[in-house]
T-cell receptor, first 112, second 114 residues
Framework: DAKTTQPNSMESNEEEPVHLPCNHSTISGTDYIHWYRQLPSQGPEYVIHGLTSNVNNRMASLAIAEDRKSSTLILHRATLRDAAVYYCILRGTKAAGNKLTFGGGTRVLVKP | DTAVSQTPKYLVTQMGNDKSIKCEQNLGHDTMYWYKQDSKKFLKIMFSYNNKELIINETVPNRFSPKSPDKAHLNLHINSLELGDSAVYFC?????????????FGEGSWLTVV
């Protein structure tokens, strides 16, 4: 599985945007970029995913570099409820069952 | 309605015991998974079933045996529990195994082996 690299932690102030970077220089052409988050004492929760184009949904935006070797998850206005570990995951390789393989993630702290 | 539900949520048991964790999803999905999150918080896939057939079996000890009686259920049975089995176990489901598919996770089962 292609690997991703994320900062261990980031801090943000409430109601300010948060930009979470992810490097995936070994991404293959068919890998999708997925983001999940895990709130304290809960299971992982889907946030957003994309292949080549930028994506928006009610939770966040995903900006994908033109060469696809990096991406950025954007939380437009952080709330206290957004404090969680955010995982950037590449999903592909049908031979491997298209596994969702989690890395260390970025712990986001939101200050009131 | 909880989409992916697991029972029990908490389980404390002694070494050597056999225990099961049950999982049910009401999303109509055909693929289910078990993930393990250890004390260092790393999430690792253990098993995946599609239409009741095993499709992913990571390097998990034989003491762990998943059972899928139907598409909506995937139970995890653990024999001869060891201290190192203490972890949070997450069940999950998705429709199909495609790269773009969303996986829905349960809230986890906290297993403590003493």
């Amino acid at each position: 599985d292609a690997k991703t690299t994320q900062p261990n932690s980031m801090e943000s102030n409430e109601e300010e945007p948060v930009h979470l970077p992810c490097n995936h220089s070994t991404i293959s052409g068919t890998d999708y970029i997925h983001w999940y988050r895990q709130l304290p004492s809960q299971g992982p929760e889907y946030v957003i995913h994309g292949l080549t184009s930028n994506v928006n949904n009610r939770m966040a935006s995903l900006a994908i570099a033109e060469d696809r070797k990096s991406s950025t998850l954007i939380l437009h206005r952080a709330t206290l409820r957004d404090a969680a570990v955010y995982y950037c995951i590449l999903r592909g390789t049908k031979a491997a069952g298209n596994k969702l393989t989690f890395g260390g993630g970025t712990r986001v702290l939101v200050k009131p | 309605d909880t989409a992916v539900s697991q029972t029990p949520k908490y389980l404390v048991t002694q070494m050597g015991n056999d225990k099961s964790i049950k999982c049910e999803q009401n999303l109509g999905h055909d693929t289910m998974y078990w993930y393990k999150q250890d004390s260092k918080k790393f999430l690792k896939i253990m098993f995946s079933y599609n239409n009741k057939e095993l499709i992913i079996n990571e390097t998990v000890p034989n003491r762990f045996s998943p059972k899928s009686p139907d598409k909506a259920h995937l139970n995890l049975h653990i024999n001869s529990l060891e201290l190192g089995d203490s972890a949070v176990y997450f069940c999950a489901s998705s429709q199909g195994q495609g790269r773009a598919n969303t996986i829905y996770f349960g809230e986890g089962s906290w297993l403590t082996v003493v």
